[in-house]
C-alpha cells in the first residue's frame, strides 16, 4: 500500500540532456623554426644570433608546456 502512493509522487518530465564529454588534451604543437640569416657584416653576425636564440627559446617553451601537460595526465 505505501509503494503506490509514493509513485503518486513522480512525473513525466523532461529527460535530461546528454551529457558531453570533454577530452582534456595537451596544447597542439606546432614546428620550430630558425630563421635563416643574412650575414654581410658583424652586426649581422649579432642580430642573427639573437633571431636564432629568440626562436630556439621559444621553441623551449613549447616543448616545457607540452611536457608539464603530459606529466599532469600521468597523474591522474
Request: with cysteine.
Amino acid at each position: 500500500m505505501i509503494c503506490p502512493i509514493l509513485l503518486n509522487g513522480c512525473t513525466h518530465g523532461q529527460k535530461s540532456k546528454e551529457v558531453q564529454i570533454i577530452k582534456a588534451g595537451c596544447p597542439v604543437v606546432t614546428p620550430c623554426y630558425l630563421p635563416m640569416n643574412n650575414l654581410r657584416h658583424n652586426r649581422s653576425l649579432l642580430d642573427d644570433n639573437q633571431a636564432i636564440l629568440t626562436a630556439w627559446h621559444q621553441c623551449a617553451l613549447q616543448v616545457e608546456i607540452i611536457y608539464q601537460c603530459q606529466q599532469e595526465q600521468n597523474q591522474h
